[in-house]
Every structure is written in C-alpha cells, then in structure tokens.
C-alpha cells in the first residue's frame, strides 16, 4: 500500500536529499516546515547550508509541475506541499498554531482524509506526542549507522593454538585461516577481520599466552611500533598500544585515524603527544604543524562579532588542548633535563612557532590541507555532513584524527547512530586508508576516581 511520508523540517535540515529517499510513496511538506526552512536559509552555519540546498531542490521541482496538486519525484511517488487541515482539533492545553503542533493537525487531517499518511521526525517529542494522538511515527534513517554496542570496534578478540602463536613470533604472519572466535553459544568459527582490524590474539588453552597482531588485507602482521615512546609516553594497555600504532603509522599508509571511547581514555593526549613527536623528534617529512578542531564550538555568524583574532576567539574552546599540552611538555621536559622551567612558555612557543594551531571547523570549508596533523577532537559534535567535507579536505602529507565519544553529544540533531564520528566510523570501516581503535572505561587513563565514576555514574 502506498504511503504519504510527512517530513519534519528537522529530517529536511539535517539532510536536504531526504526528499528523494523513500521511493515510490509519496512525501507531503507542511506550509510551516516551508517558514521553518525559510528562518535558516540566511545563516552561513551548515544548517542553513541545507536549508539553502532544499530551496533549490523544491525550487526545481516547482518547475516541473504544480507543489501544491503534486510534483512526480524520481522514485515513482509525487511531492506536495500540504496547506489544508487548519480545521483538525488536538488535545485540549495543545497550542493549535505552535509550529509541531501545526504539523501534527497535517498528519491527522491526511488519516482523516483516508491517506496512509506516517510522520518522520528526528525530534522524540513530537514522536511521541504524534502517537498519543493515534499518528504512526518513524525516525529517519537515512544516515543513521548501527547502535552504539553494535558498532565497528577496529579491535577484536579472537583464538589460536599454541603452535601457530609460536610461528607468528617467529615469522611475523599468521593467516587468518588459523584464527578462531566464539560467539554467545561458545561455538568456535572461523574469523574473517576487516582491512587494518586489531587483533588480541589469545591461545586456545594457555591463557598467559598471547599476541597482538594487524590484519592488512592479506594476513595478519605484529605491531611495528608497540615498544616506542612517543614524547615521552608510555603506552599503558593494549588498546594504547593500537591507537599509538595507528598513529605512527604515517601519512602515506594511515591518512585517516578514528579513536571512539569515553572521557579519560587519552585519545586527544596520545594524538597530540605523536603528532609532537613527528614534527619536533623525527622531523617528519610529512607534517609541517598540528592542527587542532573542537566543533564544539557556534560556528555560525556570531564569531564574526566576537572581539579578537580567531585564536583569541576559540581560545577558551582549546583549554582541554592546553591541559594536555601542559602534561605532554612536563614528560618530554623531564626526560631531558633536571633542573626547572617553565612549560607554559614552552606552550607558548608551540603556538607562536606555529608548531600548533587552532581553528574553527567553519574555516576548513573550502580548503586543501596538505602536510598537516589534523586533530578534529570532540569529533561526536560533528554531522555526517561536516565528516565528510573535513575529510575530503585531506590533502597529500595529511593525517586526520577524528577523536571523540558518541555518548557526550551536545549537538540538538544528533545522537549515538547519527553523529559524524560514529558514520565514518562505519562507512570507512575495510578501508586499507583507516585505522580504528574504539576504547572503554577500563582504558581510562585520568585517575582512580575518575574510571569509578565512569563505572558508577
């Protein structure tokens, strides 16, 4: 049966394409999703962006046909713009002209109407408030990855016999053929890891025997650089060990690194201590400076009032940063001298050299980052969208860091399945350019209290 897909102005925001989505039903906009888009339309944020890019869509929809009897789409089904049912009643305290409100007397006029009419909305209020009034709801799942427990990890536990660990010290290759993993029935199959996948490989009867090793799409290798340093760090668990080997791994063959995990687990700390390390120890060929992102941060209009550089804008958004740094400086300070100083000049000098430098994700729109050691931390705040075109930005001699936790997400639109960390996470999963490593509260790194909090609260 056919169906009328009523959008939200949210699904339309955070994908403008969505129109073209749902094949042969067909797609009803209200006249208040048409206001909503409209107020967007000026801001130069990626909102408004989408708000634009739907404007011309409809506006090219509107040439070939009529919006308000129906406009055939591509997959079979016809769009129209829907200003009738001002006459539908809704539970009485409800405002009749609040904006969702509107869209529910929409919904309910269509089902009155006889239409099999489903509202989608990325707002869980106004899900909810459609079913307490009989009106069927979906999510929009277009760009929406796997839950959070369900998604690529980067890291795997899997089983071999004493004999073949043995061989793969000595060799340096494992064949995936020889690796087993158990599933919830404890019934040993085969393994088949993903391009560039971790592997914690444990021995079928000896417990103390193990090894860790890296799938690159022919069989499995040991790690080349679990026994480094870099700036001074010690790698303190073996998920450390991944991320620091991922990390080192350079440009050429590692251009793009994903770290998920929960706070306190030394992402943002280990990605600026290598990336230190590659510019000041090794004086890589690859990274002339560090460059580090928080989109976090308005990145609207509104920084353009604020007084000050742009450093001097994003200044307070980089205290983490700074925080790190002054533990990073403190390390590599005490490994070459005894006698006192001070980091914070030390900082400084990092900054003012031009060995670091911070900037708003708004102005990587647009560029080629070419030669650079790109830290994008709080990465969960980032849409599919705004991943992507940070990515795509990457040019020759670049390595990207996207590094965050998709269980802190401070963006209104977003959540664990639609954040950008966890959709590139997922759509770059196999890929022989990414390295991934997810971590848990068993890594946190910060202090006793801090991983029992997590544990706890």
Known sequence: MKKVFVLDTNVILQTPYSLFYFDEHDIVIA??????????????????????????????????????????????????????????????????????????????????????????????????????????????????????????????????????????????ILSVEQLMIYDQNYQGKFFVPEVNEF??????????????????????????????????????????????????????????????????????????????HKILHEHSRYYRKILVCRPNIKMDEDIGFLPGTEEEKIAPFMRPIIDNLEVLIDLDMKRKYSQEYDNSFRIQELFDNGIITTEAIAFIRGRSIVNQWVLIDEAQNLTPGQVKGIITRAGNGTKIILAGDPAQIDHPFLDARTN??????????????????????????RSPLAYESSKRM
């Open 31 to 172: 006249d208040i999703v048409l206001e909503e888009l409209d107020r967007f339309k000026s801001e130069s944020s990626e909102l408004g962006a989408h708000a634009r890019e739907a404007a011309r869509i409809l506006d090219e929809l509107r040439g070939k046909g009529n919006l308000l009897t129906g406009v055939d789409l591509p997959g079979g089904g016809k769009l129209r713009i829907e200003l009738n049912h001002v006459h539908i009643d809704l539970p009485e305290g409800w405002q009749n002209e609040k904006n969702d409100n509107r869209i529910l007397r929409v919904c309910k006029g269509l089902i009155e109407n006889g239409e099999n009419a489903i509202l989608v909305s990325k707002d869980i209020f106004l899900r909810i408030k459609a079913e307490v009034i009989g009106i069927p709801v979906q999510d929009f799942f277009a760009e929406q990855v796997p839950k959070y427990d369900e998604q690529y990890r980067g890291v795997a536990d899997v089983y071999a016999n004493d004999q073949d660990i043995a061989e793969f010290y000595k060799s340096g």
């Open 199 to 276: 592997l914690i490989i444990k021995s079928n009867v000896n417990i103390k025997n193990s090894a860790l090793g890296r799938f690159n799409g022919k069989h499995v290798v040991p790690l080349q650089f679990d026994n480094e340093k870099p700036f001074g760090v010690n790698a303190r668990s073996v998920y450390q060990k991944f991320i620091q080997e991922s990390l080192m791994i350079e440009a050429d063959k590692a251009p793009l690194v994903i770290i998920k995990g929960p706070a306190g687990t030394a992402k943002t700390f280990y990605s600026l201590a290598v990336g230190l």
């Open 420 to 445: 950008g960390l966890s959709f590139a996470s997922e759509k770059m999963k196999g890929s022989a350019l990414c390295f991934q490593v997810s971590l848990t509260e068993k890594e946190c790194e």
